[in-house]
């Protein structure tokens, strides 16, 4: 059996490595300094398109921005 000595500290916390990288990434990002933060916070938005199939065949696209600050 393995120990729980090796278990990473975020696991012990009831993290996934996801949501810690996150955290970590936005304490990074709120400590620069001006015009590196707003460079930062700029490639932190998220752009994507949904589009939704029938009859084997997509639909138009739909086009989302999603962002922490919305």
């Not at 700029?42 to 600050?69: A, C, L, N, Q, Y």
């Amino acid at each position: 059996m393995a120990s729980n000595a090796a278990v990473p500290f975020w696991r012990a916390a009831g993290m996934t490595y996801i949501t810690y990288s996150n955290i970590c990434a936005n304490l990074v990002r709120n400590c620069l300094k001006e015009p590196y933060k707003a460079e930062a916070l700029t490639r932190e938005k998220v752009h994507f398109s949904i589009s939704k199939w029938t009859d084997g065949k997509p639909e138009k696209p739909t086009i989302r921005s999603d962002s922490p600050e919305e």
